[in-house]
């Protein structure tokens, strides 16, 4: 998620990177890295490493005064600001699509001024949404998996089309402009994804075969299982840190 984090961020700023692989091509020509451990003066911190590194990682920027920007999972601000000695903190949870700009980034603060350095530097990477900590956890299941679902249904739409006989090239081109046309309609129209599904269902028509089969087949069910089961998983990350 850093590199994505990078990829969405505008290049003026100066990146310093800390991770113990040194040997990472990706940064090279990017950023300054330095092993994990080293102290770096910052103007902000961002803390992209697993929940179960997060005492490590952290080792080296306990009572900075600077803000600290975590997309851990699981890992509440009151323990980041603890363990930090740090009250200016953010807790957000942003999904893959940052790194093109067009990332959706629940997030929550302790303070103005956490909030506004998170505005100033997070702004180009999609929609900040601000929101109650108590909903973070859900949300991580819901909406930092979602390039996993979509990818999924994408992938499904391709052998689909393989199929049904159509070139390869030509399925994929379609399965993901549909796709983007379906969520922008949507979006567009601010209406209910059955709103649609009535709009596109015409009597004995194929839309309304294909949505038995769906039903059939328990596809809603099974997605809403998977965010269930994300959502327990995230909770136990917390957990998973003392191991
Ligand atoms: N993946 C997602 O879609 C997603 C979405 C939202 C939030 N998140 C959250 O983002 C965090 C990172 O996830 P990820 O998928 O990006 O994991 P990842 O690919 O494993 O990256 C973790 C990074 O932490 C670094 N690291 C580990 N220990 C360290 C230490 N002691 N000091 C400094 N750096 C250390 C690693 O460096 P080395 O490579 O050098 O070992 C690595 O760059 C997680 O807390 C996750 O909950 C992930």
Redesign the pocket.
Known sequence: ??KAIYKGLPKEHEFVV?????Q?KFWEGKAELQP??TVVDGDVYIL????I?FH??TEPLVDKDEVVIS?????SKDMICERMQNEDVVRC????PVSIGEGYIPYTVTTEKAERRFKELFSPLGHLESTEEEYLDAL?ALT??S?LYISVFIDALLDAGIKVGLPREMVRTAAVQCTIGGARYLQHEKIHPMELKDMVSSPAGTSIHALHNLEKSGVKAAIIDAVEMAYNRSKQ?KSLREI
């Open positions: 998620m850093a800390v991770k113990r692989d040194l990472d994990a451990g992209a490493v697993k929940p590194s490590p990682a997309i851990m999972a699981g890992i949870m942003p999904n893959l991580t930092g998996t390039p990350l």
